[in-house]
């Protein structure tokens, strides 16, 4: 799911794309998010 967003959002910074993931998953109700939407900024990176 990271890659993927990272990809269709062109690499943005970590606190944006876990923005993306938390919105996709808390307000879009996206379950598949959920996992990765509570991992912190520093290991987005990390991965």
């Known amino acids: 799911m990271l890659a ?3 990809e269709l959002h062109e690499w943005l910074s ?3 794309t ?3 993931m938390e919105r996709e ?7 598949e ?3 990765i939407s ?3 900024i520093a290991h987005l ?3």
């Open 4 to 6: 993927r967003t990272d």
């Open 14 to 16: 970590g606190p944006a």
């Open 18 to 20: 876990k923005k993306i």
């Open 25 to 31: 998953y808390e307000v879009y109700g996206h379950a």
């Open 33 to 35: 998010f959920g996992n």
């Open 38 to 40: 509570r991992i912190s």
């Open 45 to 47: 990176y990390n991965l």
